[in-house]
């Protein structure tokens, strides 16, 4: 009997009975009870589902699965020709092998758009032990324009795949409803090299797994991946308010997303994350520019893991978990004008205040302290800036014991291009780590070794049109300490201004100017005791205190906590590290012979004229 539109209305917000009626006017829809189906749950309806989709795709029509359960012991595939699928009833895969159990489109490089498949729901009759990605709940396959609603997917290893087979997977829309049991609930997935999977907006989503499910098995709400040798650029997915209940028991992990592409902008809003790791995401790849918004979780630290084949940063974690204000970044030390920072650390030797200068000349140094410069020659003022020389650089220096990621901006004389970013790591006890896999990475850059300076450049200039001057950087958990800058390596660069950035939830101390690490600075001190011997009006006495820094030139004071005013004190950078006191007699007639007392001796660096 003909099918009527009243009859078949999906209880769908998103289907109105207007786009109904669209599709299905005049027995625009084809049904498997035409061709034998009972839709009993116990009759194997997989030939006669299997005859109306392929009626559906040879008229150009709708396919339409009435209310019921529709066994099927295979997989069935609805052909791009159909105009999509509405189902009130449930595919029930009653198999055991792993199967596909229904395909949507033709796949190849055959365009599948301007289609609507409404309420899907497929299920597993045996639940799926997850050994095997062949085995699949549904299979879209190049979508573009189209509008993909799925109710329930339930037992698979991968409930849902969204596939770029030999075209694209794109500008549609998904609204996603129970994803139940399945070791991979969504998978955005590539096929071949000239594929791709791009700019689809999906809102809602419950991904979940029931207690004793696969208990050692790791389990992912949604995947982004690709073939070998496919497309990997995956970029533009927007996941709107997704729900996350994946049911971590030791030795399982559990994470919301797993990231094994090299692409950008994946966004995750207003994610809710309950019986999960605190991780939200783990990236295996070069993936970038990917944000998550966590609403809710378990705990407050959820964070980003990056696995050893990973060569990108540059992902962000937005914790709203009572805890709005650690959205945003927090300055942990800027120099915004290096030129009045500057001073003359020797006569031939520039530094700046609360920067290490470093080199990418061969050095046999190998800790935090042999390796940190409170001033280099080849770094020379000019009317605004620093002009470094290829070979110098500006750092911070970092303790990253705790905090792990760090961003940082510079500003080059006129907003020119130039430099590359710099990074050194360190270990607990300030020795340098030295070429070590996984140490160091950038959002928008590979890290490469430099071997002559023990430290890790980046492999392209920073500049606007790379999209690279904005540089994230990670640091591998056994790195406690790090100096992160930028040196010129190209060529010279005029520097004008530099920051670093931090995550809010640390506030990592930088080193530069500590005992520690005397560098930075222009100002260096020292404390002795002087016993002066008896001075008779008119006598002097010399005491040359060392000064580490110190460098002749230097502006040099000292103090006497003495009981007279008749003691003056000089104070002259006599030779490197050295300051020479001299305390002089200026009373007329009388002698002094004081006691010990404490001196002081400080040396202040010039500023550049």
């Not at 979780?297 to 650690?326: E, F, K, M, W």
């Not at 650390?345 to 920067?355: C, I, M, N």
């Not at 290490?356 to 140094?365: E, G, H, K, N």
């Not at 770094?379 to 760090?406: H, M, N, W, Y």
């Amino acid at each position: 009997m003909p099918a009527r539109i009243d009859d078949l209305l999906v209880l769908n917000q998103h289907i109105s009975k207007t786009e109904l009626g669209k599709y299905l006017r005049d027995r625009e829809a084809v049904l498997p009870r035409d061709f034998g189906g009972l839709g009993d749950g116990v009759a194997d309806d997989r030939a006669a589902i299997q005859a109306a989709f392929d009626r559906a795709a040879a008229d150009g029509k709708m396919a339409v699965i009435p209310p019921g359960t529709w066994n099927v012991s295979g997989g069935v595939t609805l052909g791009g020709g159909a105009r999509g699928l509405i189902m009130r009833g449930v595919l029930r895969y009653t198999g055991t092998a792993p199967a596909t159990v229904l395909t949507l489109g033709d796949g190849g490089t055959i365009r599948n758009g301007e289609k609507l498949y409404a309420n899907l729901q497929v299920v597993r009759q045996t639940q799926s032990d997850w050994s095997s990605e062949a085995d699949i709940g549904i299979l879209a396959r190049n979508l573009d324009a189209s509008v993909l609603d799925v109710r329930l997917v339930q037992g698979f290893t991968i409930g849902l795949r969204t596939l770029g087979d030999g075209r694209g997977f794109e500008d549609s829309t998904l609204h996603l409803h129970r994803f139940l049991n399945n070791r991979i609930g969504l998978d955005v997935h590539c096929a071949t090299a000239t594929a791709w999977n791009t700019s689809v907006r999906y809102y809602g989503g419950h991904f979940a797994c029931a207690t004793g499910i696969n208990l050692s098995l790791d389990r992912f709400g949604i995947r982004l991946s690709a073939e070998p040798g496919a497309y990997t650029n995956h970029n533009r997915h927007v996941f709107d308010a997704p729900n996350f209940e994946l049911r971590q028991l030791d030795p399982n992990i559990a994470i919301p997303f797993l990231n094994e592409t090299n692409g950008s902008a994946i966004i995750g809003r207003a994610l809710r994350m309950e019986a999960c790791s605190p991780i939200v995401a783990r990236h295996t790849g070069a993936a970038q520019d990917c944000e998550y918004e966590v609403a809710w979780a378990n705990t407050y630290q959820v964070g980003i893991d990056y696995a050893a084949t990973a060569t990108r940063c540059g992902n962000a974690v937005l914790n709203r978990h009572r805890a709005p204000a650690s959205r945003h970044l927090r300055l942990l030390g800027g120099v915004p004008n290096l030129r009045a920072a500057a001073f003359r650390h020797s006569a031939t030797e520039v530094g700046v205040e609360g920067l290490a200068a470093v080199a990418t000349s061969t050095t046999a140094a190998t800790t935090l302290a042999g390796l940190s410069f409170n001033g280099l020659d080849d770094i020379t003022p000019t009317g605004r800036g620093l002009r470094l020389e290829a070979q110098r650089g500006l750092a911070f220096v970092v303790d990253c014991s705790q905090a792990k990621e760090f961003a940082l901006a510079h500003w080059l004389v006129g907003g020119a291009d130039g430099g590359r970013l710099f990074v050194r790591c360190f270990d607990a006890g300030m020795a340098v780590r030295e070429n070590i896999a996984g140490d160091v990475l950038a959002s928008l850059t590979t890290m490469q070794w430099n071997t002559p300076s023990k430290a890790w450049t980046g492999g392209a200039v920073m500049a606007d049109a790379s999209l690279n001057r904005r540089m994230t950087v990670r640091l591998a958990e056994p790195v406690a300490f790090a100096q992160i800058g930028i040196v010129g390596f190209d060529g010279q660069i005029e520097l004008e201004a530099l920051r670093l950035y931090g995550l809010p939830e640390h506030a990592p101390a930088l080193l530069c100017g500590t005992p520690a690490l005397p560098v930075g600075q222009r100002e260096f001190v020292a404390e002795t005791s002087w016993d002066l011997p008896s001075l008779a009006p008119g006598a002097t006495s010399l005491l040359d205190v060392t000064i580490t820094g110190c460098r002749q030139g230097d502006l040099a004071d000292a103090a006497l906590a003495s009981s007279t005013r008749f003691i003056e004190l000089d104070a002259a950078a006599w030779t490197t590290n050295t300051v020479r006191v001299m305390a002089r007699n200026i009373s007329p007639s009388a002698t002094f012979d004081l006691t010990a007392a404490t001196l002081s001796v400080a040396v202040t660096k010039r500023r550049m004229p």
